[in-house]
């Protein structure tokens, strides 16, 4: 039975990092990009604290990188990353956190937890939106147009870890796909904010 589990859990930890080192970024170059079937616009999502409700019209005009997070990930040190890139574009780009616990259960805190943790421990001022689902039955309705093309018009996308990346352009259109392991600083990452 030892023998057994082992095997899963070493199995586990592989899938696991496979998905997060050899996931490929996407970039929708801007010829391909074509109308989305749902409006980018039309959706919205709440804050933390539950207390607000953005709509995402209210981002017209500015590029938009949107990061499912995590408060006890490897990858958790990109918040700091992320909060340089928000500092670095202001009035050009808007960043969305987005709590998740489902990889690896690394986000078990609740929304005061969270908030208290990225200030603390990041400085983070970008906003951070209500804990959600990033796939499976419970998916918000915002990651369903993020991974889904029937939805975006862009591409489909299959979110492997925390820390993915979805940027979206001025007119609403998805334009880029980058894994856990591409950082905020990466380069390919800055050129297609500044494009």
Known sequence: MKR?????LTGGVIFALQNCFFAKTKTIEPAQVKMAPVS????????LDG?????????KGKKVLI?????????TSQYEGLQKLYNQY???LVIIGCPCNQFGGQEPGDSSKIG?????????????SEKLSVRGDKQHPVYAWLTQKSQNGAMDATITWNFNKFLIDEKGNLIGYYPSSVKPEDAELKAAIEK
């Open 51 to 59: 207390k607000e409700q953005w709509s995402f019209e209210q981002f």
């Open 67 to 75: 990061v499912n997070t995590a408060s006890e990930c490897g990858y």
């Open 40 to 47: 980018f616009y039309s959706l919205s999502l709440k804050s």
């Open 116 to 128: 208290a943790f990225c200030k603390k421990n990041y400085g983070v001022t970008f906003p951070i």
């Open 4 to 8: 057994m589990f082992n095997f899963f």
């Open 90 to 92: 202001p009035g050009k």
